[in-house]
């Protein structure tokens, strides 16, 4: 079978692992980044499960040990900053991980060793996206924003949960993709401040808001203000300008004990900056005719369920040996891709709303029955103890085996 050429939209973490498999088979890839560079920043990110797994298949698991994040555990904390629950992360290499993965790791990080390992045999071409595209039985045709026009075999959207390749797709009567979860993030570095340790700290405020923070470096920390708000008019404040942005926070959580007024302070000056409605992406459909798409874009499990990762790094090589098997007849290849993966994605996507309701206590009296079932949970090590016991694979999923992925790697 000749080898196709593909386009790749995304340089994240889901389309470098794509074309990482694709290329050592043969086919020719081209990533475009939307962005002027690499652009390896972002927040801190972890694998779990299959995704460590998967790491493994790519050898990849040694270089991302040595890039890893040193986080022991997660602390509940009060306003005066005393430890209410600790919970530690499993790094007995047996089970599955706790709230703080064995392989926590920052995403730029991940992004330059995927694209270390890519960049000999894959052409990147950054400051450039795709502005629209027509497809027919032979091949699909792409206009890109400097007026270039090209052709592929095939183009895959890896382009996030607000995915342009998804939105020119599907149809549009097609239910609404975007499942909002009612939580509203943002997150920004900070410089280190002397009582910063290894431990992940997590302090809840009435009102259902939630601070928390962690350090990565020996300069730097990260912090994640987080609350629970299903209303419609906070939408607009993703579009408004950085700085009305800033404000918004800061006047949310201004003056709300712990350490939030020295988090919030180290907002004004850094270049680390996002803010985010927490959503699951969920479609009947992954793919139309020769354009296919991955990971967030695709089915995005939300931040909240911690298998972002572990899914961009699944989805693409489940979709990789999809498409190296079936490279003369892409529409089985794209519904064994769905046959496949789905399963694992419908499992990464389950999602309890009381989950929120628990976890963002709206008054003073839930915060405390919470930091009460928090603190007995961890004197009797119940999550560790589970997370022992339980099998490593997230729902009992396996991933699959395709041998031909292994024989192109070790060539």
Not at 79 to 93: I, L, P, Y
Not at 134 to 148: A, I, K, L, N
């Amino acid at each position: 079978m000749a080898p196709l050429k593909i386009l790749i939209c995304g340089g994240g973490c889901a389309g470098p692992s794509l074309a990482f498999w694709l290329a050592r088979c043969g086919h020719h890839c081209t990533i475009v980044e939307r962005f002027p560079a690499l652009r390896a920043s972002g927040a801190q990110i972890d694998l779990r499960a299959q995704g460590i797994q998967v790491a493994k298949r790519m050898g990849l698991l040694d270089v991302i040990r040595s890039k890893l994040v040193d986080e022991a555990g997660v602390v509940m904390v009060d306003t005066q900053g005393n430890s209410k629950a600790t919970f530690m992360a499993n790094k007995s290499g047996k089970g599955a991980q706790t709230g703080t993965s064995e392989y926590e790791i920052m995403r730029g990080d991940l992004v330059r060793i995927l694209y270390d390992v890519t960049k000999d045999n894959v052409n990147y071409v950054f400051g450039k996206t795709v502005e629209h595209f027509e497809q027919d039985e032979r091949c699909v045709t792409v206009h890109f924003s400097d007026g270039q026009i090209d052709t592929y075999d095939l183009l895959v959207g890896a382009d996030g949960q607000g995915s342009r390749i998804r939105q020119a797709i599907l149809p549009p009567d097609s239910p609404d993709t975007v499942r909002r979860l009612g939580v509203y993030m943002g997150y920004w570095f900070v410089p280190r401040a002397d009582t910063d340790n290894n431990y992940r700290k997590m302090y809840h405020i009435p009102g259902s808001r939630m601070v928390m923070s962690r350090v990565h470096s020996p300069t730097e920390g990260q912090a994640y203000f987080t609350f629970r708000d299903d209303s419609e008019e906070l939408r607009s404040l993703l579009r408004a300008p950085v700085e009305t942005q800033k404000e918004f926070w800061a006047q949310k959580f201004q003056g709300s004990g712990w350490q939030t007024d020295r988090l919030l302070q180290g907002m004004k000056t850094t270049e680390n900056f996002y803010c985010q409605d927490v959503v699951q992406i969920r479609t009947d459909t992954w793919s139309k005719g020769r354009v296919a798409l991955l990971a967030d874009a695709a089915h995005c499990p939300s931040p909240l369920s911690g298998m972002g990762t572990t899914g961009a790094l699944v989805g693409a090589y489940v979709l990789a040996a999809e498409i190296n098997r079936n490279s003369n007849n892409l529409p089985q290849a794209f519904a064994n891709y769905d046959k496949v993966l789905r399963p694992f994605v419908n499992e990464i996507q389950k999602f309890n709303p009381l989950f929120v309701t628990l976890a963002w206590p709206k008054t003073s009296f839930g915060i405390m029955i919470l930091h009460f079932i928090a603190g007995l949970l961890a004197f009797f090590r119940i999550p560790d103890i589970v997370a022992r016991l339980s099998k490593e694979e997230k729902g009992g999923w396996l991933v699959p085996e395709y041998p031909e992925l292994k024989s192109a790697l070790q060539a």
